[in-house]
């Protein structure tokens, strides 16, 4: 039987979802947050919710759906984060564990336990989660974290580790979200030109195309579309030094120049025909001192204009539009 948690009137913004990583008066897990604003009543399904506890701030008000929780560009480390997934009505849960300073891996937990450690000044340094049951059937968890020096990381899903291990870094923020598994059916397939290195093997669906941590450039770019079901293609453009700007072309033809020792230093890509109305197209770039940046889509900027700062590596994915 669900578990419900009453608040009345909200106190501050993030009350509700508060108390859906709180256990309810009777001890319980919380599956549904309620409140009221005097003229109405509210209730808020408690699936995946999640709240950071940061050195010398403790717990923050919990974010859900992939939002930030922790904090960037204030050298902060996480100490522990609880979440929930109670309100989904599939049978499931989420299995995670925290690495933490001093301590090493934590033992597997649900997710009605946090993970790392509060009251210890002990920093959390990665973690992993994964799914259970139906959950696991019908969605990935896809994670990341902001660590220390590093900024943030590649999306992590179903059980790979977000953090670093071994380097004495902490996590300063992460994001987490329920994803549902759709079956693919269009792909997006590219290959990277890299410095010293010509052209690397096809990858797809967000794989990492380039080097990272090589200080190599990417040179050129190439990509096609596997369609079952739509006509369109992509159309793209890249930044390179001392030309600047390409016109704009179809997937046909690579971006970036091959062989002449030039830097790609940034592109854009968009969709075209019946696969611009049920697809977006997500692409994002590893740049020289930046890192990975966050993701562009459709027809915005990946990597840096007027900064003279090479590409190193590539992700591109295809997405499919919500009811399309």
């Not at 993030?14 to 604003?37: K, M």
Request: net charge neutral; glycine share 12%; with cysteine.
């Amino acid at each position: 039987m669900p578990l419900w948690s009453p608040a009345g009137r909200l106190d501050y913004p993030s009350e509700a979802s508060d108390l859906c990583v709180n256990r309810c008066f009777s001890g319980g897990t919380v599956h549904i947050a309620q409140w009221t604003d005097g003229t109405f009543d509210y209730n808020m399904t408690c699936i995946g919710v999640y709240q950071a506890h940061v050195a010398t701030i403790g717990w923050q008000p919990s974010v859900s759906d992939g939002a930030t929780a922790g904090t960037t560009g204030r050298s902060l480390p996480m100490e522990a984060l609880r979440l929930s997934v109670a309100g989904d009505r599939l049978s499931g849960d989420i299995l995670w564990r925290g690495q933490v300073q001093s301590i090493g891996w934590q033992p597997w937990t649900t997710s009605t336990s946090p993970i790392g450690t509060t009251g210890s000044g002990l920093r959390l340094e990665a973690f992993e989660l994964r799914l259970t049951g139906d959950l696991a059937s019908q969605y990935s968890i896809r994670y990341r974290a902001h660590v220390q020096n590093v900024g943030w990381q590649p999306y992590k899903t179903d059980g790979a580790t977000a953090g670093t291990v071994g380097q004495g870094r902490w996590v300063e923020a992460v994001t987490i979200e329920l994803v549902p598994k759709v079956a693919a059916v269009s792909t997006a397939v590219y290959a990277a030109h890299v410095q010293n290195l010509g052209w690397m093997a096809n990858v797809s669906d967000g794989t990492v195309a380039g080097t990272t941590g090589r200080a190599l450039r990417v040179e050129s770019l190439r990509l096609t579309v596997a369609s079952t079901a739509y006509a369109g293609d992509f159309e793209w453009r890249g930044l390179v030094q001392s030309i600047g700007w390409q016109p704009w072309t179809s997937s046909v033809e690579p971006i970036g120049i091959a062989g002449r020792g030039l830097r790609l230093e940034a592109f854009e890509i968009r969709l075209t025909g019946e696969m611009a109305n049920h697809y977006r197209v997500y692409y994002r770039a590893q740049v020289q001192d930046l890192g990975w940046q966050s993701w562009a889509v459709d027809g915005g900027t990946a990597g840096t204009s007027g900064m003279a700062k090479r590409i190193e590596a590539v992700q591109i994915l295809l997405a499919p539009r919500t009811g399309g």
